[in-house]
T-cell receptor
Framework: QKEVEQNSGPLSVPEGAIASLNCTYSDRVSQSFFWYRQYSGKSPELIMSIYSNGDKEDGRFTAQLNKASQYVSLLIRDSQPSDSATYLCAAGDGTASKLTFGTGTRLQVTL | KAGVTQTPRYLIKTRGQQVTLSCSPISGHRSVSWYQQTPGQGLQFLFEYFSETQRNKGNFPGRFSGRQFSNSRSEMNVSTLELGDSALYLC???????????FGPGTRLTVT
């Protein structure tokens, strides 16, 4: 059973702080990894993708991948109240046409 | 570019009935995947179509089926609805060499 594990939270961080979200996966053949943000009542929105070991930065977001440890993380710098949402980690095969999702981490950014 | 569209947005059906949901992918995207999202199970993969062929399938019973048309639009069908089929059904599209899947707004199905 391929699994993606996330802490359900809530993770509470003050405005302006760095939020760190973590994810582990069990299938060693996974090659592609994604972070989605989902606001309550809305559909998931793709925010980051990462395929190689190391860091990938996009604006306030940094995704980190460690395939040896089967670990993916997302850092959100200068957290804003609008970042309050559930963050879903997903792992896919080479084509990433079939994604396995974690249950998500709820992030709360407090004023 | 227009995003992924799904119709209808909301459906209420009775147990035992069948339902068809529709998805139009982002222009140029040939892969369409379907997911079921429930509070208890989260997001679960149903199936994926590429060039009118089912390329991947999740662990759902045969009551769940789908198809894709030559214009990449896709439909999924659920027959003999059960109460447990109540969920948000999400369609996502992507390019062949995926850089991520883009989700539509979903269809909220309620089975009574």
């Amino acid at each position: 059973q391929k699994e993606v594990e996330q802490n359900s939270g809530p993770l509470s961080v003050p405005e302006g702080a760095i939020a760190s979200l973590n994810c582990t996966y069990s299938d060693r053949v996974s090659q592609s990894f994604f972070w989605y943000r989902q606001y309550s009542g809305k559909s998931p929105e793709l925010i980051m993708s990462i395929y190689s070991n190391g860091d990938k930065e996009d604006g306030r977001f940094t995704a980190q991948l460690n395939k040896a440890s089967q670990y993916v993380s997302l850092l959100i710098r200068d957290s804003q109240p609008s970042d309050s949402a559930t963050y879903l980690c997903a792992a896919g095969d080479g084509t990433a046409s079939k994604l396995t999702f974690g249950t998500g981490t709820r992030l709360q950014v407090t004023l | 570019k227009a995003g992924v569209t799904q119709t209808p947005r909301y459906l209420i059906k009775t147990r035992g009935q069948q339902v068809t949901l529709s998805c139009s992918p982002i222009s140029g995207h040939r892969s369409v995947s379907w997911y079921q999202q429930t509070p208890g199970q989260g997001l679960q993969f149903l199936f994926e179509y590429f060039s009118e062929t089912q390329r991947n399938k999740g662990n759902f019973p045969g009551r769940f089926s789908g198809r894709q048309f030559s214009n990449s639009r896709s439909e999924m069908n659920v027959s003999t609805l059960e109460l447990g089929d109540s969920a948000l059904y999400l369609c996502a599209s992507s390019l062949e060499r995926a850089e991520g899947q883009y989700f539509g707004p979903g269809t909220r199905l309620t089975v009574t």
